[in-house]
Nanobody
Framework: QVQLVESGGGLVQAGGSLRLSCAASGRTFSVSRMGWFRQAPGKEREFVAAIRWSSGSTYYADSVKGRVTISRANAKNTVYLQMNSLKPEDTAVYYC????????????WGQGTQVTVSS
């Protein structure tokens, strides 16, 4: 079993910053990419950012590009999401996930961490 544990969410004013962390643990598993998704109330879950575990290549949704940076600490099996210039529309539950194989499904998910941005 693979466990993903997110942390770092909270309440922040518009324009502020937050850093989310996601630590993976459990049995040996393959990782093509680790990423972040979010789901706002009444909306579908959407992709935010991802990082290729082997190369460090990064991918971002247009809505967060330039404001968000994803990074990883391979030795710790941890991925981070630095979010700056936060907007009220960034308010959502943020989920960490693992894509074990390239272009495959995101099979493993964390429990989510709430990010609330006040105006």
């Amino acid at each position: 079993q693979v466990q993903l544990v997110e942390s770092g969410g909270g309440l922040v004013q518009a324009g502020g910053s937050l850093r989310l962390s996601c630590a993976a643990s459990g049995r040996t598993f393959s990782v093509s990419r680790m990423g972040w998704f979010r789901q706002a109330p009444g909306k579908e879950r959407e992709f935010v950012a991802a990082i290729r575990w082997s190369s460090g290549s990064t991918y971002y949704a247009d809505s967060v590009k330039g404001r968000v940076t994803i990074s990883r600490a391979n030795a710790k099996n941890t991925v981070y999401l630095q979010m700056n210039s936060l907007k009220p529309e960034d308010t959502a539950v943020y989920y960490c996930a693992i894509e074990p194989y390239a272009s495959g499904p995101w099979n493993y998910w964390g429990q989510g961490t709430q990010v609330t941005v006040s105006s």
